[in-house]
C-alpha cells in the first residue's frame, strides 16, 4: 500500500468513530465498540500484530479503565451527595445575594465556582451543577447551558486530579520507550511529564484570562435587554480581575507544583463542602440515594471506556507487528507532517479539540492523540512537550462544544433537543481559544528556544 493509504487505513477507526456519533448521531454506547473491533481488526491483518500482543493491548486498557472510572465514580458521588442532602439549595441561596447584576452573578458562578468544580470533579460536572444554579436565580436556560459550557475550558486539563494530565496524556504514550531514552540520557519520565505540565498552565493562563470578558459579552449580546456587546465591556476591569485571580495561581501551581496540586487543593475544598452537607442532613439515606445514582451513571460510562481505552493501547501498541510497518500513530503523523509541514503546530489543538467533541472528554482526546502528536512533533524537529501542551489545551476547550456535555448540562435545565442552538454558541468562544492557542504554537516553536528534554538528549 501507498503511504497515503496506510495513513487512511491507521486513521480509519477514529474517522469512523466521528462518522458515527457526528454524523449519523449514534450513541457513544453503539459506535465505540464499533471503532474498538475496527481498530482489532486492522492491527491483526493490516499491521499484522499478533493475537497474543493484541489480547495484551486490551487487557492493558481494561486496567487503565478502571483506574478512569474509579475517579469518574468520585466525581459523580460527590455531585449527587450534594443534590440529594439539599446543599446545592443552601449554595444556591447564598449566590442569588451577592449581587443582582447578572453579568456578576455569570461571572461568579460560572467562572469561579465553575472552576472550583472543575478542579475538583471534572468530567462535566461544572455544567451540569451551575446550569441549574443559574436558571435557579432567574437565568434564561439557554444563557445557563451556554455559561455552563464556556467553563469547561481553562480549568479542565487540571480538573478531576490532574486526570487529563496524569491518565490522559501519560496514558496516551508509549511511556516505556519514550522513558528508556530520558533515563539514557540522565533524565526521567516525573521530568518530562512536567515539562508537558509547565506548557499547558501558561498557555491555558494566556488565553483563559479572557474568558470572563467572553462570557459577559456573549451574555448581554443574546439575552441581554438590548443585545449589545458592549453592555459585557462595562464591567471589564471586574472580568479581567476574576480572569486573572483564577489564571495567575493556576499557572503557578502547575509550574511548580505539577498537575496535581490543583486538584489537591480542589479535593480539600470539597471535604469542607462535604463537611458542610452534613450540617445539611444527618441522615445517611440522602448518601444511598446518592450510591445507587452514581453507580447506576458509572455503568453507562464505563460501558464506553471498556471499549474506547484498549483501542487506543491496540493503536499505540502496533508498532510491534509482522508487516515491518511503523505503528499506526507514526503511520498517521508522518503523512500529517508532509501534508501540512511547519504549520502543523497551529492546528495542533485543533486536533485535541476534534477528540473532545468527538469522545466528550478531555481525557479521551489526550489517550488518542498524544502519541499521535508526539511523533509529529519528532518527525518536525520541535518539542514534544510543547506539542503535547498544544494537544492538552485544544482537548480542554474541545469541551465547550462536546456533545455528551451539552446534552447533560440541557438536560439538567429541561432543554433537551435544542443542543444545535447551544453548540452554534459555544462555537465561537472554542474559535477563539483554538486560534489564540494555535498563534502561541507556532510561537512557541519557532521564535522561542523552548526547552523540552527529548531535544536536549539528541
Known amino acids: 500500500m501507498t503511504d497515503t493509504l ?18 449519523l448521531n449514534w450513541p457513544a454506547k453503539r459506535a465505540m465498540p464499533v471503532a474498538f473491533l475496527l481498530t482489532a481488526f486492522i492491527a491483526l491483518w493490516g499491521w499484522q500484530m ?8 486490551t487487557l492493558q486498557g481494561l486496567v487503565i479503565t478502571v483506574t478512569v472510572l474509579w475517579i469518574v465514580f468520585g466525581a459523580i458521588l460527590m455531585l449527587n451527595t450534594l443534590k440529594h442532602t439539599g446543599a446545592i439549595s443552601a449554595i444556591r441561596g447564598g449566590f442569588t445575594n451577592i449581587s443582582p447584576d447578572r453579568r456578576i ?41 451556554l455559561l455552563g459550557m464556556m467553563i469547561q475550558s481553562t480549568p479542565v486539563s487540571f480538573g478531576a486530579v490532574g486526570t487529563p494530565i496524569l491518565v490522559g496524556i501519560n496514558k ?14 540522565g533524565s526521567s519520565w516525573e521530568v518530562y511529564l512536567q515539562q508537558v505540565t509547565t506548557n499547558v498552565a501558561l498557555i491555558h493562563a494566556v488565553v483563559g484570562t479572557l474568558m470572563p470578558v467572553l462570557m459577559v459579552m456573549m451574555l448581554t449580546r443574546f439575552f441581554g435587554r438590548h443585545r449589545s456587546w458592549t453592555e459585557g465591556l462595562a464591567i471589564l476591569p471586574f472580568a479581567i480581575f476574576a480572569g486573572l485571580a483564577f489564571t495567575v495561581p493556576y499557572a503557578l501551581t502547575g509550574m511548580l507544583l505539577g498537575p496535581e496540586f490543583p486538584s489537591l487543593i480542589g479535593g480539600l475544598l470539597v471535604l469542607c463542602a462535604l463537611l458542610a452537607t452534613l450540617l445539611q442532613s444527618r441522615s445517611l439515606a440522602p448518601f444511598g440515594r446518592a450510591l445507587g445514582e452514581s453507580s447506576r451513571t458509572l455503568i453507562g460510562a464505563g460501558f464506553v471506556l471498556i471499549f474506547t481505552v484498549p483501542m487506543v493501547r491496540i493503536f499505540i501498541n502496533s508498532g510491534v507487528n509482522g508487516a515491518d510497518l511503523a505503528s499506526m500513530p507514526v503511520t498517521t503523523a508522518d503523512f500529517a507532517a508532509g501534508l501540512v509541514g511547519e504549520f502543523f503546530p497551529a492546528l495542533s489543538a485543533t486536533i485535541g479539540a476534534l477528540g473532545a467533541f468527538i469522545a466528550g472528554s478531555n481525557t479521551v482526546s489526550n489517550m488518542m492523540f498524544s502519541q499521535f502528536q508526539f511523533e509529529v512533533a519528532q518527525t518536525l524537529g520541535v518539542s514534544t512537550a510543547a506539542m503535547l501542551a498544544l494537544q492538552a489545551v485544544g482537548a480542554a476547550a474541545g469541551n465547550m462544544i462536546a456533545i455528551h456535555n451539552v446534552v447533560a448540562a440541557s438536560a439538567t435545565v429541561g432543554l433537551l433537543g435544542r443542543e444545535g442552538a447551544t453548540l452554534r454558541k459555544t462555537a465561537l468562544p472554542t474559535l477563539y481559544y483554538l486560534l489564540a492557542t494555535g498563534l502561541i504554537g507556532l510561537a512557541l516553536m519557532y521564535s522561542f528556544h523552548i526547552s523540552d528534554v527529548l531535544l536536549q538528549l539528541k
Do not use: K, M, N, Y
Open 172 to 185: 496516551g504514550l508509549d511511556s516505556e520507550i519514550i522513558g528508556q531514552t530520558l533515563s539514557a540520557g
Open 6 to 23: 496506510l495513513a487512511l487505513v491507521a486513521f480509519s477507526p477514529i474517522l469512523v468513530a466521528a462518522v458515527l456519533l457526528v454524523g
Open 50 to 57: 499478533s493475537p497474543t500482543r493484541v489480547f495484551a493491548s
Open 105 to 145: 452573578q455569570a461571572i461568579i458562578i460560572a467562572w469561579c465556582f465553575g472552576a472550583f468544580i472543575e478542579g475538583a470533579s471534572g468530567f462535566g460536572t461544572p455544567a451540569a451543577i451551575a446550569s441549574p444554579l443559574l436558571v435557579a436565580i432567574g437565568f434564561p436556560a439557554l444563557a445557563a447551558v
